[in-house]
């Protein structure tokens, strides 16, 4: 049993580990004509690193032979999680919404993993979790479709479509790895490795963007977006999201992360000015409901137990 101060505490830090992330994807929209995407992401991470690493260097000594040992699954979480997932929602900003973004990224993803889990993990879905991702699929349609069916009978993904995609893809990915995370690694040291390792392999394409588009015209909306990223969503976020996995256990905790797409969208309206219409909400439902229906369902027994 949780006791009552951790189960609030736990459920506090996981909305605000979900609030800030959400703020990823405007970000993302908001700064597109400031800075490149790879530029974004590299300052971002590189900050992030800086940011952990007096918290982490002491784990990272103790730890250093088994991280050298596991360098090959290290070097694929990084390149899924860091250096690929939010460079094409950044790449993705330039071409979509905000709205979009949040709703498609963080909705597909889960979807990807649940079937890389089935195939890869061998993990078993109940009735619950297919019925979850078919609502999810729904939703997803009806949002790229403008809820028209001559739009999907001519349906063509866009260009920012497919970056999202592409992006929740390589955190499907991820999140099927960090499952089968060394146990001599500890979490901090984790985040600080990985962070590290994403930010070198974001280098060489970094300096190709530099080359092409010069540098970054820096301005205070600029630096404080940076400084949101690279301390808020990257390392604020995680480890308040880490506490919640230790006060609430996995399945409770994962489920607050169907608040993002509806942070997203408010904050995407507020301070984008972005239109909200019924087939965001409609979308939105649907998916919130597939996925909480997967998500409750699948976990039901754990969470009571």
């Known amino acids: 049993m949780v006791a009552k101060k951790d189960y609030y505490t736990g459920i506090a830090l996981a909305v605000l580990a979900t609030l800030i992330w959400s703020g990823n994807f405007v970000i993302a929209r908001g700064v597109n004509q400031q800075i490149p995407p790879v530029s974004l992401a590299f300052y971002r991470w590189s900050l992030a690193t800086v940011l952990i690493a007096p918290l982490a260097i002491k784990k990272f000594k103790e730890e250093k032979q088994i991280v050298l040992t596991n360098w090959k699954y290290i070097f ?8 690929l997932f939010n ?5 993705a900003g330039h ?3 905000a709205i979009n973004m949040a709703l498609i990224g963080t909705t597909s993803s889960p979807i990807f993993a649940t ?46 479509d497919l970056w999202v995609l592409a992006g929740a893809f390589a ?17 901090i040291n984790f985040l600080f490795v990985i962070f590290l390792l ?17 540098p970054v015209q820096w301005n205070g909306n600029l630096y404080g977006s940076i400084i949101y990223l690279g301390l808020g969503t990257s390392v604020i976020s995680f480890l308040c999201w880490n506490a919640a996995l230790q006060k609430l256990g996995t399945g409770t905790t994962v489920l607050f992360g169907n608040l993002i797409p509806i942070f997203s969208t408010l904050e995407a309206v507020w301070l984008l000015g972005e239109q909200i219409n019924s087939i965001h909400l409609i979308s939105g439902l649907l998916v919130i409901g597939g996925l909480i229906i997967a998500n409750t369902m699948q976990n039901h027994n754990r969470i009571k137990q």
Request: net charge positive.
């Open 76 to 83: 694929w979480v990084a390149l899924t999680g860091i250096t």
């Open 87 to 91: 460079t094409f929602v950044y790449v």
């Open 95 to 97: 071409y979509t919404s």
């Open 115 to 160: 079937i890389m889990a089935v195939v890869f993990l061998k993990e078993r879905m109940n009735t619950f979790r297919i019925i979850g991702i078919l609502l999810c699929v729904a939703g997803i349609v009806l949002l790229l479709s403008k809820g028209s069916w001559e739009n999907l009978a001519s349906f063509r993904f866009s260009v920012g």
């Open 171 to 187: 955190f499907a990915v991820y999140n099927i790895l960090v499952r089968k995370k060394p146990r001599g690694i500890s979490a």
């Open 198 to 214: 994403g930010t070198i392999l974001l280098f060489p394409a970094y300096l190709t963007e530099f080359n092409i588009t010069g």
